[in-house]
């Protein structure tokens, strides 16, 4: 297999380092689609694009006509102001790379492999919604491979709520008529400090954290006012949906306080926690042991959210981290710096076999998809 990785190295690095240098933040990925699409097109991958209502969303399809179907998922979205921080360039194009190996040796595969290109994780999650569109039922696993300074089989991610809230008080001469005025820089703080009391009383896993974003115009008005972003993150889903009705009521409380007024919009979608599906992490286990990557084990919780937990309700689902150096450190401007370095491209050519191995051996193991879904079942 590592003869067809090399044979497709040019031009997937290409495609890596023009994302790399070209970076677009979550729905206006067009150049990164298309690039992608160009390449899947190239050679013989039949693509839908735009996919899904999606503008930059597509979907390539191999083996067309075969009864059962793996996922294979693309990344493509920057960070604001921080470009490819994340690194979703490199973890797009392993995708891409696993799609072209595996159309080479599709004869061999017993399914479908879809090649799904997905906008926006970093904001909005588009794959919650394709999730909530049905465009991920029927598939007997998803899978993609994310950069990180290291090498992991699992992520832990949390279900995740973001909101912003605004509060609307009076402005009025903060020095010679106070009394006129109602502060929605008051309110946000009480807020705030609502929010941080929660915390000696949630579980462990509780992650809640925002900031001000906009706190008034001028230090002799009474700010009219208050912005602030607040996400909420916990491991399951239905905590998290307890936790943002305690947070809406501090909100209530803190407009009542300060005798103004609030609004909530949600941002984004709502994230789901990734399930964890131990045998088919033994496979990728033994694949990154046989290509001398050494793994950590991360445990059940990472901290951090992605759309793609909400595949992971739908099918068994893989996100696995490939290591481009211990010195880096996710969404900063060296890991994007880094995007475009030999390491990176190592990985690359390295998640690219780690993903075509898995579907290959998944589907040529006798009993490993079935025992797949018994753990995803619960059985």
């Given at each position: ?11 997937v ?12 933040i ?7 689609s ?13 693509v839908?694009?735009p ?41 797009g194009?392993?995708s ?16 479908e ?9 970093e ?8 999730a909530n ?40 001469h ?18 705030m ?7 000696q ?24 006012l ?43 979608e ?16 033994e ?55 030999d ?5 690359i050519?390295?998640g690219?076999?780690?993903i075509a ?21 619960g059985?």
């Amino acid at each position: 297999m590592r003869e067809l990785i090399e044979s497709f190295r040019d031009e997937v690095l290409s495609l890596n380092d023009f994302m790399a240098r070209n970076p677009e933040i979550g729905g206006e990925e067009y150049k990164s689609s298309g690039a992608m699409v160009r390449l899947l097109s190239k050679h013989g991958i039949k693509v839908e694009y735009p996919f899904a209502g999606m503008e930059t969303a597509f979907r390539g399809v191999i083996n067309e006509g075969k009864g059962r179907k793996a996922a294979i998922l693309a990344e493509y979205d920057a960070l604001r102001g921080i470009g490819h921080g994340c690194g979703h360039c490199a973890s797009g194009s392993i995708s891409i790379l696993a799609a072209l190996v595996l159309n080479k040796i599709k004869d061999h595969i017993p399914a479908e492999i879809h090649i799904i290109g997905t906008p926006d994780e970093e904001m909005r999650g588009g794959k919650v919604t394709m999730a909530n569109n049905g465009f991920f039922d029927g598939y007997d696993f998803a899978i993609m491979i994310h950069m990180s300074n290291k090498n992991a089989l699992y992520s832990g991610f949390l279900a995740l709520d973001a909101y912003e809230f605004s509060f609307h008080g009076k402005p009025a001469h903060a020095a010679s008529i106070p009394w006129e005025g109602r502060n929605a820089l008051n309110a946000a703080r009480l807020f705030m400090d609502a929010t941080d009391m929660m915390r000696q009383h949630v579980r462990e896993d509780v992650r809640i954290h925002g900031y001000i974003k906009n706190g008034g115009d001028a230090s002799n008005t009474v700010p009219h006012l208050a912005v602030v972003e607040m996400l909420v993150r916990a491991k399951d889903r239905e905590y998290v949906d307890e936790l943002s009705q305690w947070v809406m009521d501090c909100a209530k409380a803190a407009s009542i306080a300060t005798r103004t007024s609030y609004f909530v919009e949600q941002l984004g979608e709502k994230f789901d926690g990734m399930r964890r599906i131990k045998s088919g992490e033994k496979i990728l286990d033994e694949i990154y042991k046989d290509m001398m990557l050494p793994v950590i084990d991360l445990g059940d919780q990472s901290g951090g959210s992605s759309d793609i937990g909400n595949v992971s309700s739908i099918c068994p689902s893989f996100h696995p981290y490939i290591s481009i150096g211990e010195e880096f450190s996710g969404h900063t401007e060296e890991f994007a710096r880094a995007m475009t370095e030999d390491r990176t491209h190592k990985a690359i050519l390295d998640g690219g076999e780690i993903i075509a191995r898995f579907v290959k051996d998944i589907y040529g193991t006798p009993g490993a998809l079935e025992e797949m879904w018994k753990e995803f079942r619960g059985e």
